[in-house]
């Protein structure tokens, strides 16, 4: 196994970071923001060398992209990271036992994250602040579409580490080849967790494959519910934001779906898509509506394919409804349980949406574009878990520990 002494190193890592102080942690986090700031014009220049391998057609293309203003959110993010509270040693239960013991449930660390992921250099920033605070070891397996972006942001990393005399292996950057891939997915001595990022090809090549145990971060298909009792103003907005704040995010809008009351309304609800050369996919009855006001180089009769997929691009589908029972059935068979929405004026339609769909994220007049964790005020995020166990939702330092029992005795001993 050529990754051996990588995946030695980070087991044996976990004994170094666990006595790191919470004032040590935040130090490191804040070198590691400022050293990212200078380094701000070497990062894009060799971000620009993934970029230019890749076309600016492809979906991920926007995703591995780095600008000055992302990397100055980034640096945010790891100074919000900072300034959260350390979660380590927290006291999640405490009692004593009728026969004296005492007991106390605490947070730890899960120990070695491993982390695989595609064309995402942010990932890398993420992941090492909120494993850093949560006192875990880090093992990251990028892609190779960004391999110069990740060998540059794990340079800032090991000289900010080297200047605190801290060992660089709590972080580290495995090749981005397949052998790598398949030797973290079976390193059950040394891994405790792997957490995919990335399309819903990689996620479940990693579920299927993988005998570490996995966090399953899926992708996002994501749906917007216009309720007969909707607010068109509020529907408009959030449609437009939901789509086209970043169509190459997980937490972007894939379907609309309308209630048969506003169909006479679509082309109002689309006018921002048009303008922005949103491509859509509309059911028959949407379809009559729209061909004789969008632009018909942008508009489609919906095949089934259309439906259950996660776009990526300036890409929509669009299916009508006669009631909220429909619209409920069709989440529930097209959705990635990741993000899904309802825009309503009636509560109790809203209360009905909210308890009946099974995402991790459910919104009420609001856009699904804060499926974040950032926006969560959580620091950043490691993954939206779209699983049920350990974790669900946007991930962050809470996520990222497990817990273990103190017991506490004065020389007790079980008699039966």
């Known amino acids: 196994m050529k990754n051996q002494e990588v995946f030695d190193n980070a087991r044996k890592a976990c004994r170094d970071i666990i006595h790191f102080s919470n004032d040590q942690i935040v130090e490191i986090l804040e070198q590691i923001a400022a050293e990212t700031t200078r380094s701000t014009d070497h990062l894009i220049r060799e971000n620009t060398k993934d970029l230019d391998r890749m076309s600016a057609d492809d979906p991920k293309y926007d995703r591995l992209k780095l600008t000055p203003e992302r990397i100055g959110d980034i640096v945010a993010d790891i100074l919000n990271v900072s300034k959260l509270n350390n979660p380590l040693g927290e006291i999640i239960e405490e009692k004593t036992l009728k026969n004296g013991l005492h007991l106390k449930k605490i947070r730890v660390p899960l120990g070695v994250v491993g982390i695989i992921y595609e064309a995402r250099p942010n990932v890398t920033f993420d992941v090492f602040s909120l494993c850093l605070k949560s006192g875990n070891v880090c093992l990251l397996k990028g892609g190779s579409d960004a391999h110069y972006s990740n060998q540059a942001i794990i340079g800032i990393f090991h000289r900010v580490l080297k200047g605190f005399d801290v060992n ?72 437009t934001n939901a789509k086209l704040r970043r169509v190459s995010v997980c937490n972007a809008l894939d379907c609309l779906i309308i209630h048969s009351s506003w169909l006479s309304d679509l082309p109002f609800l689309c006018e921002d898509l048009a303008r922005s050369d949103v491509e859509v996919f509309a059911d028959e009855e949407s379809y009559k509506v729209l061909k004789e006001s969008y632009p018909a180089n942008l508009i489609l009769p919906a095949q089934e394919a259309h439906y259950g997929t996660e776009f990526l691009a300036k890409k929509l589908s669009i299916k009508t409804v006669r009631n909220i029972e429909e619209a409920l059935d069709h989440i529930a068979e097209y959705s990635s349980k990741h993000s899904e929405a309802i825009i309503s004026e009636d509560q109790d339609m809203i209360s009905r949406f909210s308890k009946e769909v099974d995402a991790a994220v459910v919104y009420a007049n609001t856009s699904t574009a804060f499926t974040d964790g950032a926006q969560f005020e959580m620091g950043a995020e490691i993954g939206i878990s779209t699983q049920k166990l350990h974790a669900r939702g946007p991930m962050a330092i809470k996520e990222l520990t497990s817990y273990k029992w103190i017991v506490s005795g004065q020389g007790q001993v079980r008699e039966k």
């Open 168 to 239: 660089p292996n709590i972080v580290q950057l495995l090749p981005p080849d397949r052998e790598s891939t398949a030797e973290m997915m079976n390193a059950t001595d040394y891994i405790d967790i792997i957490i995919p990022r990335g399309s819903q090809g990689l996620i479940d090549f990693v579920r299927h494959n993988a005998r570490v145990p996995v966090i399953e971060t899926g992708a996002g298909i994501v749906h917007t519910f216009i309720d007969q009792s909707a607010d068109l103003t509020k529907a408009k907005a959030i449609i």
